[in-house]
């Protein structure tokens, strides 16, 4: 699903999640300029809080969700402009913060 650019883009995560509610799913995050991608440990409920955190950390707008049946998760599609995330790298969402996991 492509998303609007800006803010309105954040209430159209939490509305095609709630369309697409799959618990189980995880959060992988595509960076768009290096080809590479961030899997996020979180909550479903997290997802577009940990989608907001990334988005104002690397000064972008996420793109697009959609979800991967096969792959069990939800992926969005942004540019990481400031490149301060490691890619690719597996994160975890807790307590509001973004933690290193393994890569």
């Not at 997802?47 to 992926?75: A, C, M, N, W």
């Amino acid at each position: 699903m492509q998303l609007t650019y800006g803010n309105e883009g954040f209430t159209e995560i939490k509305s095609f999640i709630s369309d697409n509610n799959h618990k189980n799913y995880s959060l992988a995050i595509n960076d768009e300029l290096s080809g590479c991608r961030i899997e996020v440990l979180c909550d479903i409920t997290d997802i577009p809080d940990v989608v907001s955190f990334i988005s104002t950390l690397e000064h972008d707008f996420p793109d697009s969700i959609v979800t991967d049946e096969q792959g069990k998760r939800y992926i969005v599609n942004m540019k990481f402009v400031k490149g301060r995330l490691k890619v690719p790298y597996v994160y975890e969402w807790k307590r509001g913060r973004l933690l290193e996991k393994f890569n």
